[in-house]
């Protein structure tokens, strides 16, 4: 629905993921509030409900986002445990992980994307009967719910959750929510047969070029996700989510980023989804697209 060309390959190419798997904020421990208060009584199978970015310089992310996207934020925890949620307009939408700085490791922050699933342990035999990977066991949290971390069969990191207060509703997200998730593939049908098995998806065609190729992950009748299919002959672009935030001016957004301390990294073309669309990374490097929504039905 709204795949990006190649452009953006220097965003995505060389990302490699270390996580804290040992992180506080994953742990049986955990002390983390609801995914929705009051609870809503919903469980979309499909939905992507959650995101936490994960960061070697949460304070950096923290002033970044919440410059750029209007974003509030509340600790869980302290130092190396710290987990930040942060709130759009008092409603919680996502969350930062701290991760140690381990010198010359390699490792690219990113933002990685939570599916709502009602058996988290039945997913993560899935997954590795699919050919992926679990790197973060099933656990549950109190009040938070269910949830576990793993890798597709083509390495990009995703998470599931069964949310005990629910999932929040099908709805138009507000400005400087999140809007749309995109999933890159070598090969967009064995990567849509592999979430279908997890969350239940119908893949729909969504569009076909010289370039490359596009499915919509759909579920109770909304598109949830798309899977833009990689070019052949662009061995540098790597399989990876990645998730955008709904802007009011994406021309302004994006400058607004540079200004912040970020980098765009595809920018602004009238002949790409008519000027509505970039992709930014935020000052230590996570990759986020930027989606003018003006109507509903309406990328204008």
Known sequence: MFPFVTRVRDAIAGIAVT?????PAYGAEAQLPPLNDPPTGLHLSGKLVWADLVTTDPDAARRFYGE????????VGSGQGEYALAHLDGAAIGGIVRRANRGAERSQPRWIPFMSTRDVSATERTVSRAGGKTLVATRTLPARGTL???AD????????????????GDYLPEVGDWIWAQ???RDADKAASFYAGLAGYVPVEAGTSAQSRSLLLTSDGYARASILQIPP???ELRPDWLLYVRVADVRKAAASAQRLGGRVLLGVNPELYQGRVAVIADPSGAPVGLLQWDSIGEVK
Do not use: Q, V
């Not at 750029?68 to 600790?75: D, N, V, Y």
């Open 68 to 75: 750029l996207f209007g974003w509030t934020f509340k600790s």
């Open 148 to 150: 576990a971390l793993f």
């Open 19 to 23: 996580l804290l798997l040992s992180h």
């Open 183 to 185: 999933l890159l593939s």
């Open 153 to 168: 069969p083509e390495g990009a990191i995703f998470g599931a959750l069964d949310s005990a207060s629910g999932d929040p």
């Open 233 to 235: 002959g662009h061995a």
